[in-house]
């Protein structure tokens, strides 16, 4: 490792992987540092992702794949299913391999990559971040770079250590918590959601195939509610009453800011992205498919920054218009959607999803689900409008 280079990445998740491939691939020189001593290791995710999300930065790869998905199945409060079909519509991955391989290819794109690197704080020169401390194999160094880019995920510090304001708030916080388990006998190639406040009150409960009788089954709670109930015992109850024969292999904890993207996501010499600057999909908490193409731009954007000698938050707030343009407005409708949708009580949920399944199967669409469940709320159907018609 050296002592200076023009980019530094935090953080070998989808988001400072892709950023730190695109940031060498623009021809800066870049360090992708990450704390775990493995990339990829461990999982937090359901790994589904969609393929269109995928595509728009990676052609998939076989070995990424775990199951392929043609249909969602929506379980409302009272048992009753609704299943859209959409043939080729995404993935459940292995992202131990996905993560790991996104790493490689920043390698191969010429990126020093360095796990058990712990940043623990950032360097300042003249009123302005200059690189980052790091904590590397038990030696504490200080590394210079004129750009740093804070892609350290949900428990992100780096935003915060550079004066931006990275707060979420408890309500738009999803505590989240799954198992991976055999034995679990669900199609293979349906991804299921289930809802209401018995079972995820302010989210949902997902069952992600993974083949062989192996799934992904957990579930998140909005951070208002978290408080009375917690998030295990939700899935405890889940478990108990749907999967009792499910053999718990994994399990694991974690949050999904379900916001809108932060305010700001650039200041000088610094960049955010991924979870890190709330960059996933508030509806589905999704934010595999984001960090990749927001990693795309953010890289990019770093590179040609670097070639202009400007590294100041005007420059880097090109990064900040083109995700806006990309997919950051979207998202802010996603989010008034959201919040319409947690509004509905349990009664209004088994009203709708009694209409959809009285429907022909080729006429449930996502466009109309969401059309049923916020019949009542006309701006909200202005924007469901926008969102999936365009
Ligand atoms: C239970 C659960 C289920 C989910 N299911 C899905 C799903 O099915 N589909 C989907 O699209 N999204 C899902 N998500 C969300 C998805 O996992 C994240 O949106 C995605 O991983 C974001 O990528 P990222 O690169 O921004 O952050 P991360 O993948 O979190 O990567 C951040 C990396 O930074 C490293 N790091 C942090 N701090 C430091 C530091 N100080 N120094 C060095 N390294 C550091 C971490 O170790 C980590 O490797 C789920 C999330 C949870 C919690």
């Known amino acids: 490792m050296d002592d200076r280079y023009d980019v530094i990445v935090v953080g070998a998740g989808p988001a400072g992987s892709t950023a730190a491939r695109f940031a060498a691939l623009g021809g800066a020189r870049v360090l992708l540092l990450e704390k775990d001593r493995e990339v990829g290791i461990p999982v937090r995710c359901a790994e589904g992702i969609g393929d269109e999300g995928l595509r728009s930065v990676l052609e998939p790869r076989e070995r990424w794949i775990a199951a392929r998905i043609d249909a969602a199945e929506l379980v409302a409060p009272d048992g009753t299913r609704v299943r859209l079909s959409y043939p080729s519509a995404g993935y459940v991955l292995h992202r131990k391999i996905f993560d790991y391989d996104l790493a490689q290819m920043a390698a191969e794109a010429g990126v020093e990559v360095r796990t058990k690197a712990y940043v623990h704080g950032l360097l300042w020169e003249d009123g302005r971040v200059a690189g980052v401390r790091v904590l590397h194999l038990g030696e504490d160094r200080a590394i210079r770079a004129q750009i740093v880019i804070g892609a350290d995920g949900v428990e992100s ?3 915060r250590w550079a004066g931006l304001n990275t707060v979420t708030s408890m309500h738009d916080m999803e505590a989240c918590v799954q198992v991976t388990a055999s034995r679990v006998e669900v199609e293979p190639n349906v991804c299921y959601f289930y ?3 018995e079972v995820a009150p302010g989210g949902y409960a997902w069952v992600f195939p993974k083949g062989d009788g192996v799934a992904n089954i957990g579930l998140g709670v909005s951070g208002d509610y978290s408080g009375r109930k917690k998030p295990i015992a939700y899935l405890r109850q889940f478990l108990a009453e749907r999967f009792p024969k499910a053999s ?5 904890a974690g949050g999904v800011p379900c916001a ?6 650039v200041a000088d010499g610094v960049m955010l992205v991924g979870d890190a600057a709330h960059q996933a999909n508030p509806i589905s908490g999704g934010g595999i498919a984001t960090a990749l193409i927001a990693g795309k731009i953010c890289g990019r954007v770093a ?8 590294v100041s938050k005007k420059r880097l707030a090109q990064y900040a218009k083109e995700w806006h343009k990309a997919e950051g407005k979207t998202h802010e409708r996603f989010y008034r959607i959201k919040e319409g949708v947690y509004r509905l009580s349990d009664e209004d949920l088994n009203r709708t999803a009694h209409m959809l399944a009285q429907l022909p ?12 469940a916020l019949f009542r709320e006309p ?10 018609v365009g």
């Open 248 to 252: 718990i292999l994994t399990w694991v």
């Open 379 to 388: 701006r909200l159907l202005l924007e469901v409008a926008k969102v999936f």
């Open 361 to 372: 199967p080729e006429e449930i669409t996502i466009t109309r689900v969401f059309r049923t």
């Open 195 to 197: 809802f209401g406040k």
């Open 303 to 310: 590179a040609e920054a670097i070639r202009d000698g400007d």
């Open 157 to 159: 510090r780096v935003g």
């Open 260 to 265: 809108p993207t932060l305010k700001e996501i």
